[in-house]
Nanobody, 126 residues
Framework: QVRLVESGGGLVQAGGSLRLSCAAS????????MGWFRQAPGRERAFVAA????????GYADSVKGRFTISRNNAENTVSLQMGSLKPDDTAVYYC???????????????????WGQGTQVTVSS
């Protein structure tokens, strides 16, 4: 059974940093893109960042560009999201996502992802 487990969420003051991690088990995703999405209360799940199978290509939502960095470690089957200069608007549940598609690039739409973690709460206080 494939599982994605996020960790690293918490409460942080505006301007602070957090690092989220996602560990995959049940299969490897070394040849597939992975991504991070977030969902704030009352809002749809939205794209945050994605990374190609080898880390050579990355993409970010405009709202996080320059503040967040996605990375992956294929040897450990993990993907991480380093978040800096956090704002109250970044408050949301953050989800790790993986796809069964094999490809050179990454995906920004949630429909392209097959597997999802349970999410980790990030709260940024003003």
């Amino acid at each position: 059974q494939v599982r994605l487990v996020e960790s690293g969420g918490g409460l942080v003051q505006a301007g602070g940093s957090l690092r989220l991690s996602c560990a995959a088990s049940g299969r490897t995703f070394n040849d597939s893109p992975m991504g991070w999405f977030r969902q704030a209360p009352g809002r749809e799940r939205a794209f945050v960042a994605a990374i190609s199978w080898n880390g050579g290509s990355t993409g970010y939502a405009d709202s996080v560009k320059g503040r967040f960095t996605i990375s992956r470690n294929n040897a450990e089957n993990t993907v991480s999201l380093q978040m800096g200069s956090l704002k109250p608007d970044d408050t949301a549940v953050y989800y790790c996502a993986a796809t069964s598609r094999v490809g050179r690039y990454y995906y920004t739409d949630k429909e392209s992802y097959t597997y999802w973690g349970q999410g980790t709460q990030v709260t940024v206080s003003s």
